[in-house]
């Protein structure tokens, strides 16, 4: 009995700790969660909260550190301030040359249009085309000079010496290729970045002016459109 009355009593002090009595509400520290983070003095759920499902914005700068975005009418990409299209930087990946540099639109679309078009002796159209046929073609319809003459060794003679140091979009590029002196057998349309245009063996493509076989055989630049 005297068992049974001790037990009754530590019954009774333990009902009244803190360990037996339900959780309270405080919705005081709740409401006050931001005042505690700015202060320093945060409560523990505010901070968990706080944590696990609102990133803070350096959390969402570092997620999200790409310069462009897609432009939402899907035209393009853009960057923060200025929207670019999607030939701009398939060109600009193929000179290796700033997007913003590429400027001339048509110039885009007719390189878009014209790229890998196989290379055909005396062709002038899609199902082949050779180097001059190219010239004449790119500068009529970019530039709209139609009085460049047909053949790559006329082009150079009806054209302005540029020296390489001072090429600039739109001038021709010219070449010799048969092993014989320096008699012009091959001419591209100068870009940017010593990159050029043209229809070689290979078909309409990108060549760079420093590699070794177009470094070789440079003869010179001329300057069709002032």
Not at 8 to 30: G, H, K, Q, W, Y
Not at 114 to 143: E, M, R
Request: hydrophobic share 35%; glycine share 8%.
């Amino acid at each position: 009995m005297k068992n049974q009355f001790i037990l009754l009593l530590l019954l009774i002090n333990l009902s009244a700790c803190e360990v037996f009595r339900p959780a309270t509400r405080r919705t005081d520290n709740l409401s006050a969660g931001t005042n505690d983070q700015t202060s320093g003095n945060q409560s523990e759920l505010s901070f968990i909260r706080n944590i696990s499902t609102e990133p803070t914005g350096s959390e969402i700068k570092t997620a999200d550190r790409s310069p462009y975005k897609t432009v939402s009418s899907g035209t393009g990409i853009s960057t923060e301030n200025e929207p670019y299209d999607p030939l701009q930087f398939k060109f600009a990946i193929l000179t290796n040359s700033p997007v913003e540099e590429l400027t001339n639109r048509r110039l885009l679309a007719f390189m878009d249009k014209w790229y890998g078009v196989p290379y055909h002796w005396g062709g002038n159209s899609k199902d082949g085309i050779d180097c001059s046929a190219f010239t004449c073609q790119l500068v009529s319809d970019v530039y709209h000079v139609n009085q460049l003459p047909r053949m790559s060794a006329d082009q150079y003679k009806a054209t302005r010496r540029v020296p390489k140091k001072d090429l600039r979009e739109g001038d021709l590029v010219f070449f010799h290729t048969m092993g014989r002196g320096q008699r012009v057998t091959h001419v591209g349309v100068y870009l940017y970045n010593n990159r050029f245009v043209h229809a070689s063996i290979a078909g309409v493509e990108i060549s760079d002016l420093g590699q070794g076989y177009y470094f070789h055989h440079y003869v010179g630049a001329g300057r069709v459109i002032e």
